[in-house]
């Protein structure tokens, strides 16, 4: 079987230049260690998970996997309080659930409804993963340096050029090109949401040409030829092929019957070949 090996394979320490789509409440243990014991990057989607969760995340995963591993954290600003009208709307939305769970229906959710940020960030200090990713939004300059300065690599999502260049700016290593194909949330945060709808092939294109930190594509990539064409994408002479790998599905099996989240470089250090990536590889 050939294989290929990229420039973020090097930054990241992983086998495949393949990295596994952080979905936050959707990744476990298991399959973030299938996925580095597959020589690609696994990674929590830590956004919802307060920082002594993630503590003992991390540490389940390394005594199942001693490869480098990923976290991802939301970026954007913590929401505050809706008014409470609204949170009666939402609330009658979903009624039915709680009633058919037997729960007590809320009047008012009251925050938090997201962990302290900070918080999660010293927890990754504590830990030190291989690599930490933003979504939403950006880290300052300052935690970038000093997350590089103890050997986590940081990585960001964009959804357009000025915010790729924003994180280039910043200092990050690699950056997520996530287009308007993507499943779950966009990472837009220099935008209005509606004003980026820029798809993966030519969001991937533009970005690869706007900076010079290794390109990961995202956003409906649902087999080998489709990670094909996105390398194709990119400009000739720094364009990058992927290879796959397959994982234990995390989120619930109706959700991944539908879904293949995953993110996969399109920036080389040395072309070679794609095998492909059947629906098998839901999940990842
Ligand atoms: C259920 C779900 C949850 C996600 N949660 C996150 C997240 O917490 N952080 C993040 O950076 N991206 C998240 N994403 C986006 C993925 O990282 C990735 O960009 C996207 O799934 C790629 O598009 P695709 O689903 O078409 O492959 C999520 C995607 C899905 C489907």
């Not at 503590?55 to 929401?79: G, H, I």
């Not at 000739?236 to 539908?258: D, F, L, V």
Request: proline share 8%; aromatic share 4%.
């Amino acid at each position: 079987m050939r294989t290929l090996r990229t420039e973020l394979c090097e930054i990241l320490r992983i086998d495949h230049p393949i990295i596994q789509a952080p979905m936050a409440g959707a990744t476990t243990v298991e399959l973030v260690a299938s996925v580095c014991e597959a020589g690609a990057l696994g990674g929590f989607g830590h956004a919802y998970t307060e920082p002594d969760a993630m503590r003992k995340d991390a540490s389940a995963l390394r005594a199942r996997s001693q490869r480098s591993f990923a976290v991802n954290l939301f970026a954007a600003p913590t929401p505050g309080e809706p008014p409470i009208h609204e949170q009666g709307e939402a609330i009658a939305a979903v009624r039915g659930d709680f009633e058919h769970l037997g729960l007590p229906v809320p009047e008012r959710i009251p925050p938090p409804y997201a962990p302290d940020r900070a918080q999660q960030v010293e927890a990754v200090f504590d830990f030190r993963p291989g690599a930490v990713t933003v979504h939403l939004g950006d880290m300052t300059a300052d935690t970038v340096s000093r997350l590089r300065g103890v050997g986590v690599r940081v990585g960001g999502s964009v959804t357009s050029v000025r915010e790729a260049r924003h994180l280039e700016a910043l200092g990050v290593d690699f950056i997520v090109a996530q287009g308007t194909e993507a499943g779950g949330h966009r990472g837009t945060f220099l935008h209005v949401p509606e004003h980026v709808m820029t798809g993966t092939l030519a969001l991937v294109r533009q970005v690869v040409r706007a900076v010079n930190v290794p390109v990961v594509a995202a956003g409906g990539i649902m087999d080998g030829a489709g990670s094909l064409r996105r390398w194709r994408s990119a400009p000739r002479r720094r364009r990058s092929a992927r290879p796959s790998c397959s994982a234990p599905k995390a989120a619930s099996p109706r959700y991944t019957e539908r879904r293949s989240p995953a993110w996969t470089e399109t920036r080389p250090r040395s072309p070679g070949c794609s095998r492909a990536s059947p629906r098998a590889a839901s999940g990842i």
